[in-house]
Every structure is written in structure tokens, then in C-alpha cells.
């Protein structure tokens, strides 16, 4: 493992692409290789034994290509299989949890946090146990809401569509209700419907997104273990999907904020 | 292949369960083996060649089980990989676009038929090239409905849900100014939206349900083949998913109208 290695960053599909924007802007002169699940997506209804053997084929595959450091830009495989990771990875390991309910904790003032995520995120109480050993005062409100991925998968993250922002309404009215002034974003998707999401929870909630924090976060793991790229070389970015690379462009810069150069790779997922 | 072995049916996750709640009706002494792939579940979003690989899979685990013919209980599927199904299964095979495309062409009345399926089963243009063969005048309109699968599977099927009547109003609005008559289900999710299409589209407009169809024309193929069973048996259906089968009783309940003896098992369908 060297510092010119890459950072392995994957996902269940093509929302992690909102945190390697993040990375982009954050690790300027890292090398990033994403793998997107794509043929598999979405991860978040899952159980929690097959969101770890697909996390674990993911991170298998970015292994392969010697990466310094893996990760997992993905709330549902943070919450469920973020442990395990750690534990076998050879490299390295960050999830998006700890980084986002570490911000969190530094933002609110009134002690009562909301978390929005997946089903598989939510059962998992990731945030919520995270949250409690940083301040066992803290209140916190969960929320799974299945239907996000979905509405941003398939365009509808305008903040004047009246779907989202009926879809918004249910999900979140009874955490509006609790008084929450922080609301962690917990999921990579979530970014996408930011907009609409400040709009129904108004001024006084502060919502606080996975993918920045998690770029800081490895930063800090990079610099810690001597793993920075001081090179100063610029690279291209390599992404690889488990379904074919149609499309891939003009969803990726949804997520990216951009169209960038890069290329896109299809490979074999379950061969890992 | 005898009279007595199982019917296999498989679909991309449970929605293909309201076309077995139709064949145990059509077919009460069959016995039916249903594979629905919960890991990989939905279909209907991915490339024509992920959905014939992941259907191969699924056709070759059912074929393990010595069935006398196969279903494609899915419309995504049958629209992609039905030509390949059939010809490369050494057991009759059977997809739901002929039999419904066929019901259509007995039911409409002024040539103007709808068809509403996953983005993929709409881009192949299934149906609506099998009812240009049954009838070239006829003028087929054709929309990709691609949040009604995740509506189905996250509970927002009341027809009295503000969410799903502005989601079907969003999506068949165009559909409904064109004047069709007939307008077919073209994915086996559809049926638990129904109601509220039948709804938005009116008295005139007769809604054609894949599953019925479907089991009625096996029923056909089977005799032909001189495959029915003929012994007067009941059989408990099989179930085999690829996730694991927590909550499996109650979204089974839902697509099969109700409660009922079965067994259901998961298996790895990468192995296949």
C-alpha cells in the first residue's frame, strides 16, 4: 500500500457519487476508483445478511485494484455492515456514519437529532447508538423513508413538485413535530431532495449531509496513517458498474454536480 | 417432465405472486414451485442484458426442480427475455406479454389499446409489437410507469392516497387523452394499483390484468402437452426467495389475496 495508491470508494448504486464530489473537492490530488452495485441496487430493503455479502463483494472487487484505503459511501452498508468491514478489510476502512453523527453532535444546540434513512438503516439504529455514546442526553428521532431512493432514481427531486413534496410531508410531519434542530441526511441519495427537504423542515433545522464530512473524515484517516498523496498529479477518475454503463453519464453528473472526465467500467460483481 | 411435476413460476421479486393467486385458482391440482429473486429485486430499471442473465438464472433454478414448464410471472422479463427463455428452456415456456396482448385484442373495441410497464418492458416495445402482429391498424400507446413498483412495495396502494392518485395522475394523464379503451397491466405489480387507476381512467377504459390471462393460457399449453395433473391432488406451493424470508408471510398475504399453507426457503441464485 503507498500514498499514489487510489481510494476505493463504493456504493449500492450511483447515490455514493454525491460523496465523491465531496472527495473531489476535499483530496484534490487523490486518485478515486468507485464501484456503483448498479445491477443491484437498491440495498436498502434488504436484509441485513445480503447487504453484507454484497458490501463484501464491493469492497473485495476495490481490493483488487490495490486501493490504499476503502470507502463505503452508502448509508445502509455504514449502518449494517460497517463492523464487519472493519474487522476484515486489510486496508483502512470509513463508513458514513461515524463522520456524520460526529458533525451532528457539533451542530445541534438543543440536543434532539433526527435521522432519515433507509429501511436497513433505520432498524439498524446506527446513528442513534453512534449519537447516544457521544452525549447519552441526546434525543434522538429515527425515521426510515423507503421511498426517497425511489423519487430521486427517477427524477423527482424538484422542490416545487408537488410529489416530493407530499412524499416529504408523510415521511417526515411527526419528526418536524419533535423539535429537532439537526437532521442527519443518512443517505447518499438523500442530498439530491436537499431542497425540498429544508423547505418542509424550515430555517431552524440544520440538516447535515454524509458525503462532505466523510471526505474530511478520511482525510484525516489518510494523513494519520502517512497515506496522503503529495505527488500533486491530478487523476481521472475511474468508475466501474454491475449493470451496463448506459446512462451512466448524465445521471453520474446529476450526483457529481457536473460532467467531468472519466471512464466507466462494467464488471462482474458476483464473480467476488 | 410428467404430469405430475410442479409448474415453475418466477418472478423478479413477489409481485409474480398475483399471477400464482390466479393459477391456483385456473389450476387447483397443480402443485407450483415460485422462485422470487428478493436479493436482486427490482428488474425493471436495469439493461436488457442484466435481466437476461438474471432470468436464465432464475429459469435454471426452477428447472432443478424437474418442473414440466416454466412462467415468467413478470412482465419485465417476459417483454426482455421471453424470445431467449423459449428458446433455450427444454421445457415449455410461458411470459405474459402473448396472453395478455391477446385478451386485449379480444376486449378493445375502438383500436386504442394502453400499455403501462417497468422502463424496460416499455423501451422493448413487447406488447406493442405482438398487437401490431394481431393487428396492424390498431394505434398502441405505450408509458414507463417507473415508481409504481416502489410505490407497490413500500404500501401506497390505496386508491384513496393522495400520493398514489397524483403518481398515476403524473404518469397516465397523456395516456388517458388519447381515447384507448383497453389499457394492459404490463407488470405483475400493477394489479394492488388497480383500483386507483381504474379510477383515474374511468368506467370506459377496461383494464387488462396479466396473471388471469396467463394461467389460463398454461392451462392450454399444459394440455396440449398432455401435462396436466390429472390425479386430483391438492399441493402446498413451494416458495424460494433470494433474500431472507423474514416478512415474506405478510407481502406473500397481500399479492395472494390471502393466508395460506406454503413453505418458502432461501437460496443463493448466483450459484445458477
Known amino acids: 500500500m ?5 481510494i476505493g470508494v463504493f456504493d ?21 476508483i468507485y464501484f456503483g452495485d448498479t445491477g443491484r441496487v437498491p440495498y436498502g430493503n434488504r436484509s441485513r445478511e445480503t447487504i453484507s455479502k454484497y458490501a463484501f463483494q464491493d469492497a473485495s472487487f476495490l481490493l483488487k485494484h490495490n486501493v490504499k484505503t476503502i470507502v463505503a459511501a452508502c448509508g445502509t452498508v455504514s449502518s449494517v455492515a460497517g463492523d464487519m468491514l472493519e474487522e476484515r478489510l486489510p486496508v483502512p ?15 445541534t444546540k438543543n440536543g434532539k437529532i433526527g435521522i432519515i434513512g433507509t429501511a436497513a438503516t433505520i432498524s ?21 423513508c423507503p421511498l426517497f431512493v425511489p ?14 413534496r407530499l412524499v416529504i410531508r408523510r415521511y417526515l410531519s411527526e419528526l418536524k413535530e419533535t423539535g429537532v434542530d439537526t437532521l442527519i441526511l443518512g443517505c447518499t441519495h438523500y442530498p439530491l431532495l436537499r431542497d425540498a427537504i429544508a423547505d418542509f423542515m424550515g430555517d431552524g433545522v440544520t440538516l447535515v449531509d454524509s458525503g462532505y464530512e466523510t471526505a474530511i473524515y478520511c482525510a484525516k484517516i489518510l494523513r494519520e496513517n502517512k497515506l496522503l498523496n503529495t505527488s500533486g498529479e491530478h487523476y481521472t ?23 467531468m472526465e472519466h471512464t466507466v467500467t462494467q464488471i462482474d460483481i458476483e464473480q467476488y
Open 237 to 259: 477518475p475511474e468508475f466501474y458498474v454491475s449493470d451496463t454503463p448506459d446512462g451512466f453519464k448524465s445521471v453520474a453528473g446529476l450526483f457529481l454536480g457536473r460532467d
Open 12 to 32: 449500492s448504486g450511483l447515490g455514493g457519487l454525491s460523496a465523491v464530489k465531496e472527495f473531489l473537492h476535499v483530496l484534490p490530488n487523490e486518485k478515486i
Open 2 to 6: 503507498s500514498c499514489q495508491d487510489a
Open 124 to 144: 439498524s439504529h446506527s446513528y442513534k447508538l453512534r449519537l447516544e455514546k457521544l452525549n447519552p442526553k441526546y434525543k434522538v428521532y429515527e425515521q426510515a
Open 151 to 164: 423519487l430521486v432514481e427517477n427524477g423527482f427531486i424538484c422542490r416545487d413538485d408537488q410529489i416530493v
Open 93 to 107: 476502512y470509513t463508513g458514513v456514519v461515524n463522520p456524520t453523527a460526529f458533525i451532528a453532535d457539533r451542530k
